[in-house]
Nanobody, 113 residues
């Protein structure tokens, strides 16, 4: 049972990246997903989230979406800025009061100016 985050890399200001969060050993259908990020010297912060009943949610430059067939959640990031540089993590929380919770291992995003 694990979450695997991928898709990070180096991109220029104004560019785009799509991060993936793939689950193995369990289905994401009943999980809310949140993408967090943590920049050096800063606290981890939430970037985007999607409930278990949603397929897509748009928040400014970022769009989070899920592909049930691939058991994967994506984070599409557009118009990237240097301040978006951070390690990005996906987090899955199962519906209900005592649901399971999983963290992905993080993927580095670096935006050059």
């Amino acid at each position: 049972v694990q979450l695997q985050a991928s898709g990070g890399g180096l991109v220029q200001t104004g560019g785009s990246l799509r991060l993936s969060c793939a689950a193995s050993g369990f289905t994401l259908d009943y999980y809310a997903i949140t993408w967090f990020r943590q920049a050096p010297g800063k606290e981890r912060e939430g970037v985007s989230c999607i409930s278990s009943s949603e397929l897509e949610s748009v928040k400014g430059r970022f769009t989070i979406s899920r592909d049930k067939g691939k058991n994967t959640v994506y984070l599409q990031m557009n118009s990237l800025k240097p301040e978006d540089t951070a390690v990005y993590y996906c987090y899955a929380e199962e519906d209900g009061d005592y649901g399971d919770k999983y963290w992905g291992q993080g993927t580095q995003v670096t935006v050059s100016s």
